[in-house]
């Protein structure tokens, strides 16, 4: 089974800067696709970014674009988000997930992930 463990959340001040960690065992990710996804106190959970496990095709909520980065290491077999120019908005549970995607793009649905992490807490205030 494909395992995932995110890393790296934190707090920041407005405009600050984050990188999460999305560390892959069980399973190569070569044929997976990831995808973050967060979730804010009385909101559902909601796509963020994802790419693809074979051609790295990346795509990105609109709300995140241009200040976030998804980016994948097979070597280490780990995806990452660099999220820059943070807002207090962008404060939420931040979690990674994937599924077997073959060679296909990766999907903005949560409904296609079945494998997810436990989740790591990213506030921002003042």
């Known amino acids: 089974q494909l395992q995932l463990v995110e890393s790296g959340g934190g707090w920041v001040h407005p405009g600050g800067s984050l990188r999460l960690s999305c560390a892959a065992s069980?399973?190569?990710?070569?044929?997976?696709?990831i995808g973050w996804f967060r979730q804010a106190p009385g909101k559902e959970r909601e796509w963020v970014s994802c790419?693809?496990?074979?051609?790295?095709?990346?795509d990105y909520e609109d709300s995140v674009k241009g200040r976030f980065t998804i980016s994948r290491d097979n070597a280490k077999n780990t995806v990452y988000l660099q999220m820059n120019s943070l807002k207090p908005e962008d404060t939420a549970v931040y979690y990674c997930?994937?599924?077997?995607?073959?060679?296909?793009?990766?999907?903005?649905?949560?409904?296609?992930?079945?494998?997810w992490g436990q989740g790591t807490q990213v506030t921002v205030s003042s």
């Open positions: 069980g399973f190569t990710l070569d044929y997976y696709a």
């Open positions: 997930a994937g599924y077997y995607s073959g060679t296909y793009a990766a999907s903005m649905d949560i409904n296609e992930y079945d494998y």
């Open positions: 790419i693809s496990g074979s051609d790295d095709r990346r």
